[in-house]
């Protein structure tokens, strides 16, 4: 299995940090079926081939995730798309 482990910093108040992580999340729902769930600052997320969290720390995301066979192909793409998003958003 391929793993991805992305820490990026921010600097945005911790409802606005929690608010652009439920974006990303909707955005994951949507587009390829994942489901979210949210337990304290953490956002786990989950769909076929595909496990992985965004904790909200003080001053910083991260995102972790254990890709599947399929996926862990992809994983510099799929890689490269987190840290486009999380420029965006933080």
Do not use: N, Y
Not at 9 to 23: C, D, M, S
Not at 60 to 89: C, N, S, W, Y
Request: one cysteine or more; aromatic letters at 6%.
């Amino acid at each position: 299995m391929a793993s991805i482990d992305i820490q990026h910093p921010h600097t945005l108040a911790p409802p606005r940090a929690r608010q652009a992580v439920q974006e990303i999340a909707d955005k994951l729902a949507d587009r390829f079926g994942a489901e979210c769930r949210w337990d304290g600052d953490i956002l786990d997320f989950t769909r076929s081939g595909i496990d992985g969290r965004i904790a909200l720390l003080p001053g910083q995301v991260h995102v972790t995730a254990q890709l599947g066979f399929l996926l862990g192909a992809m994983k510099g793409p799929i890689e490269a798309e987190i840290r486009r998003v999380l420029d965006e958003r933080f």
